[in-house]
T-cell receptor, first 113, second 111 residues
Framework: KAGVTQTPRYLIKTRGQQVTLSCSPI?????VSWYQQTPGQGLQFLFE???????NKGNFPGRFSGRQFSNSRSEMNVSTLELGDSALYLC????????????FGPGTRLLVL | ELKVEQNPLFLSMQEGKNYTIYCNYS?????LYWYRQDPGKSLESLFV?????AVKQEGRLMASLDTKARLSTLHITAAVHDLSATYFC???????????FGTGTRLKVLA
């Protein structure tokens, strides 16, 4: 079974630009969560989608948004990029419930110059 | 606000020794997750602990959960070099689907 895939793997942007990251979950998984990982702030929860609905979101500004499609693939968008948005963005998928294991993708490393 | 604290943050230990990583969290939760991250890699799920008193073991790692004390432990038995990694615990606050991660414990096992 194929794992969670994320594209692109690496990205360089400049301040003020916007970026869209993509995540394809494991087949049959309907829940996708997004995380930001930085050396200073650690791993922070961005949002979680299930069946195209956002179930919860973390404490990030409105510049961070996401969506999920009917095939469970998910995208996250960051508008008006800031230097502090440089990070590893991870997505994770699971079938549905809280008690299940999350499977993480390899991440997208974003550098904002 | 749900907070998750791990200690120690860094752990350097000799092969063959035992040690415990602690994970404390601030609000009610009956689910706790442990992950491993190798340098430059993504996270790998180790354990999902689902109830008070839950204990799970895989190889040299054993995790337990005490929901009353809001404490989970990850015990390492007879450490080997391959266990060198960063270990994270995570909690979702009372069914919110909002997962809060601990700071991580960077483990280095010395030969």
């Amino acid at each position: 079974k194929a794992g969670v895939t994320q594209t692109p793997r690496y990205l360089i942007k400049t301040r003020g630009q916007q970026v869209t990251l993509s995540c394809s979950p494991i087949s049959g998984h309907r829940s996708v969560s997004w995380y930001q990982q930085t050396p200073g702030q650690g791993l922070q929860f961005l949002f979680e989608y299930f069946s195209e609905t956002q179930r919860n979101k973390g404490n990030f500004p409105g510049r961070f948004s996401g969506r999920q499609f009917s095939n469970s693939r998910s995208e996250m968008n960051v508008s008006t990029l800031e230097l502090g948005d440089s990070a590893l963005y991870l997505c994770a998928s699971k079938v549905a419930g809280r008690s299940e294991t999350q499977y993480f993708g390899p991440g997208t490393r974003l550098l904002v110059l | 606000e749900l907070k998750v604290e791990q200690n120690p943050l860094f752990l350097s230990m000799q092969e063959g020794k035992n040690y415990t990583i602690y994970c404390n969290y601030s609000t009610t939760s009956d689910r706790l997750y442990w992950y491993r991250q190798d340098p430059g890699k993504s996270l790998e799920s180790l354990f999902v602990l689902l109830s008070n008193g839950a204990v799970k073991q895989e190889g040299r790692l054993m995790a337990s959960l005490d929901t009353k004390a809001r404490l989970s432990t990850l015990h390492i038995t007879a450490a080997v070099h391959d266990l060198s990694a960063t270990y994270f615990c995570a909690v979702d606050g009372a069914g919110t689907y909002k997962y809060i991660f601990g700071t991580g414990t960077r483990l280095k096992v010395l030969a």
